[in-house]
């Protein structure tokens, strides 16, 4: 229950915090990222419409729509998105409210493949992943698989799905709510979390989905609630849920009174940002949320499940984000009031919103954005589809219509486009040595799918996505996909996908170049750009000359034939490597 605070109250809360926390002297704790807030912004390096930035041409509609929205546009979706409507606009708004309403989608398709793979523990509940692969063996590789299989899917739903917009918002929550997929002790359950949490909330409730996350094993696990009690308070969990789950940590204020806290500008009955002091209450609050694990206390339960233990819960009265909760509250109240407190916070919002929007569209987001859809999901913060409510008002403002070139593909975002372009029709599993080595690679690129070592998850910013590293294993993973194959059969069809489109009488430098442009990029480069593939494919000779011919080579031992169709496959590559692939 919160109510306001008399005087004769503040002041007695005051003398008491002074006394419990005297001991824990000058703040203990300086955000990672505090010396880059409170230094100038870099400049500008953004889209290619900026100053000493390589011109490129604007893409068409549908092509920046799709490729924000989702993982990549192929020639099959562009086609879809504009028979949505009789304009833009239209296709727009269209194409947006399908994707929020993704249960309408049917996805069977991606199911049956995941199936077809030998996929064994994405419908496992949660007490039989914890009977199989924590209580049920010592096998590390059988410990393991559920969160194995969650990374791999990743990429096979990302290629392949038609919910494009509910995947790509998978990724944004896992980023955000970040739990190491290779942690020893949330590996096993993993399969629950990014199921039944992550999944289930992506496009819903904002309150609903901390809870859930709160309540997870992964979770309990991965920052320590689980061993959170009134004996021996843990603070992990609660500094994530203030500084990377809600309110970021631009709205730290340190070791700082919390009675002297000015009050937001945005609602005056909410303190403008948290402090050390609210940590430490709601660590308190959390106090005997944990998990059936065989605890020595009670070594009958031991199904992986939530409890609440209420003889380790802290009932004493607390003060958080200026307000006070009696003590003595029913089990867990205390933690869902503070829940209630945050998720309806003005400063919450702008953290969640500015966040969404920097994923989507820009690293510096206008603030008139961040404020109008801040305000849609604070006056729906108990509304079921809340989320859904406040992406649909971001992708269809005026800044998301006109919005190209401010950010770039991820190496995992890469790859998955990469495999949507050409027309792979080939599924990672676990247990698989073509798949092994697709995972490999895509580690050194730094992006394997949920597996960030610390609890803020990968960087959304493209700035620190532009190191050599980075660009470089990139390439070498996207190359690769192209030269790849698995039992004989090529991982991306070029060849097979060539002849497919192209009559055997037009295979040439240009016919090939620009084939593969409308299919990749969905549009043609600009002319200095396509002149580089021109004389590449064409070995700087006649564009319009044949340089190839569909006869397999290897069947009648053209060395020359087949040189010329691997110069097909590396054009293919080059244009995968091209800004115009990995910008959107």
């Known amino acids: 229950m919160h109510m306001p605070l008399q005087s004769a109250q503040a002041d007695a809360l005051r003398e008491a915090f002074a006394r419990r926390y005297a001991l824990h002297g000058p703040p203990r704790y300086r955000p990672a990222n505090a010396a880059a807030a409170a230094a100038p912004p870099p400049p500008s390096t953004g889209g290619p419409s900026r100053p000493g930035v390589v011109t490129m041409a604007r893409p068409p509609f549908a092509v920046r729509v799709l490729n924000n929205m989702g993982y990549g546009a192929t020639a099959a979706t562009i086609a879809e998105f504009n028979a949505l409507g009789a304009d833009d606009d239209a296709r727009l708004a269209a194409y947006v409210d399908r994707q929020l309403a993704w249960t309408g989608i049917d996805d069977s398709a991606v199911e049956a493949r995941l199936a077809a793979a030998g996929y064994q523990t994405l419908g496992k509940s949660l007490p039989q992943l914890w009977q199989d692969h924590v209580l049920g063996t010592t096998d ?87 061993s959170n009690t009134r004996s021996g308070p843990n603070e992990n969990f609660a500094r994530e849920l203030l500084e990377l789950h809600t309110f970021g940590a631009a709205n730290y204020l340190g070791f700082m009174d919390p ?211 980075s660009y470089a294993m990139t390439w070498k993973l996207l190359n690769w996909l192209t030269e790849a194959s698995d039992d004989g059969v090529p991982l991306a069809p070029v060849l097979a996908t060539t002849r497919a489109h192209v009559p055997a009488g037009e295979w040439t430098a240009r016919r090939l170049v620009d084939f593969w442009c409308l299919r990749i990029l969905g549009y043609l480069p600009e002319a200095s750009r396509r002149q580089v593939l021109l004389a590449f494919m064409a070995q700087n000779g006649n564009p319009d000359t044949h340089v190839i011919t569909d006869t397999d080579a290897w069947a009648t031992g053209d060395l020359k034939r087949h040189y010329n169709q691997q110069r097909l496959r590396s054009m293919v590559s080059l244009l995968l490597m091209s800004p115009e692939f990995l910008g959107r």
């Open 140 to 226: 590390y590789d059988a410990r393991m698989r559920p969160a194995w299989e969650v990374q791999r899917s990743a990429l096979v739903r990302a290629a392949y799905s038609r919910r494009q917009l509910l995947e790509l918002m998978v990724t944004f929550w896992h980023d955000h709510f970040n739990v190491t997929a290779s942690d020893y002790s949330a590996g096993p359950v993993y399969v629950h979390y990014h199921r039944d949490v992550i999944r289930q909330h992506a496009l819903g409730n904002f309150r609903a989905m901390l809870e859930d996350v709160a309540r997870s094993t992964a979770m309990l696990h991965y920052l320590d609630n689980l």
């Open 259 to 469: 009675f002297q806290v000015p009050p937001c500008p945005e609602d005056p009955s909410y303190p403008i940002g948290y402090t050390d002091i609210d940590v430490y209450e709601t660590a308190a609050a959390f106090t005997g949320w944990t998990v059936r694990n065989g605890h020595w206390q009670y070594p009958s339960e031991n199904d992986g499940t939530f409890v609440y233990r209420a003889a380790w819960h802290d009932t004493g009265p607390k003060y958080v984000l200026g307000t006070f909760i009696y003590p003595e509250q029913p089990a867990m109240k205390d933690g869902r009031d503070i829940l209630d407190r945050i998720a309806s916070h003005p400063r919450v919002a702008k953290s969640i919103c500015g966040r969404i929007i920097r994923r989507f569209f820009a690293d510096e987001p206008p603030e008139g954005l961040v404020d109008s859809a801040a305000a849609v999901f604070r006056a729906h913060w108990q509304a079921p589809d809340q989320l859904a409510r406040t992406l649909r008002h971001v992708l269809l403002s005026d800044f998301a219509r006109e919005a190209w070139g401010l950010q770039q593909r991820r190496p995992f975002e890469a790859v998955a486009a990469a495999m949507r372009v050409l027309g792979c029709d080939w599924t990672p599993r676990v247990g698989h040595a073509r798949s092994n080595d697709l995972m490999w690679r895509l580690g050194f690129t730094g992006h394997t799918p949920y597996e960030w070592p610390a609890p803020n998850g990968y960087p959304l910013a493209p700035g620190d996505w532009r190191g050599g590293n």
